[in-house]
């Protein structure tokens, strides 16, 4: 009789632990408190769901907001994990972060690429630079953007880059003569680094005037040498 029982007491104990959830992987905590957002031309608007420019949305060909889902980006090396509601999670070992392939994008169209982002831990080196994929090249260093606004937040603050891809940095004009297949977003050189990515886009530039980087500042004149 004690031998049934405790065969009994041994099925029931497997039992309840076929009906536990298995553990899964989570995404960093969020720091909680009030959100720290950086000043810029582009703003996320949350009750729309849209990016704005003037208090105006703007039109996108591609929307990102990775609620539950990595949508298709993936990494070489970084973990990247959704955190539901706020965006994606990455820990950077390997800078690359690649977009879904076959985005069929009209360069001259959109020539904006927008990632709203925060930095969660530090790291030791920024990069931030953008390359692409059409049908004819691949990604390489003659084909890159580098934000015109919002690079290199602090931890703790959240920032939204702004490339705008008329002006890459360098392969201008092939953007806007080209038709994009892929996006890859570079964010820094070093491992280390925790970001939540809350969105992507991939916008038209209504107002490019309102976009430009500022001009650096004149330089002062020396006096003429008596």
């Not at 509601?85 to 390997?94: H, P, Q, R």
């Amino acid at each position: 009789m004690k031998r049934l029982s405790w065969i009994g007491l041994a099925l029931t104990a497997a039992l309840a632990a076929c009906g536990r959830p298995t553990d899964t992987a989570k995404p960093p905590p969020v720091a909680a408190g009030p959100l720290v957002e950086r000043d810029g031309p582009i703003r996320w608007n949350a009750s729309s769901g849209a990016f704005e420019l003037a208090g105006k949305p703007l039109k996108t060909v591609k929307l990102w907001t990775f609620d539950g889902s990595t949508e298709g980006f993936v990494p070489v090396g970084s973990k990247i994990i959704p955190a539901p509601g706020t965006g994606l999670s990455v820990t950077v070992a390997d800078p690359t972060l690649r977009s879904p392939k076959g985005l069929n994008v009209p360069g001259g169209q959109f020539p904006l690429v927008l990632v709203r982002l925060t930095r969660t831990a530090p790291a030791g080196a920024w990069d931030g630079a953008l390359y692409y994929s059409t049908a004819h090249h691949g990604e390489g260093i003659g084909f890159f953007g580098k934000p015109v606004s919002g690079a290199d937040p602090a931890v703790g603050e959240t920032t939204t880059l702004i490339y705008d891809m008329s002006r890459q940095a360098a392969g201008a004009p092939d953007w806007s003569q080209s038709t994009i297949d892929q996006i890859r977003l570079d964010l820094e050189d070093r491992a280390g680094g925790v970001f939540l990515i809350r969105q992507i886009a991939i916008a038209a530039n209504p107002d490019p005037a309102a976009i430009a980087p500022a001009p650096p500042p004149a330089a002062s004149a020396k006096p003429a040498a008596n």
